[in-house]
């Protein structure tokens, strides 16, 4: 099976490595790992997860808003709309 993305991390804005780069080294300084510049092979899949799931954490905005709202029709009245909100948490 083909893929468009054939596996790389290429940026569609290759301007953009060096803000991504910063957001990186943020989202590993608050998950408390030790990145470096370059070559960061000796990180653990653990270390290396929290990093990145650190970053989609900050780039989801239901995260931060924890409510989602959309129209779908009615199930019951023909040609009315129904609003739907799905209200999202944590659990521990």
Do not use: W
Not at 45 to 58: H, L, N, R
Not at 62 to 81: D, L, N, P, V, Y
């Amino acid at each position: 099976m083909s893929s468009n993305n054939s596996g790389s991390n290429k940026l569609v804005i290759p301007e953009a490595r060096q803000a991504m780069d910063q957001f990186k080294m943020e989202a590993a300084n608050e998950v408390g790992v030790n990145l470096k510049q370059g070559y960061n092979g000796d990180l653990t899949a653990q270390q290396a997860g929290s990093i990145g799931g650190q970053m989609v954490k900050k780039m989801n905005p239901i995260r931060h808003t924890k409510t989602m709202c959309f129209q779908r029709a009615s199930r019951i009245a023909e040609g009315h709309c129904v609003t739907v909100k799905y209200i999202a948490g944590l659990m521990a």
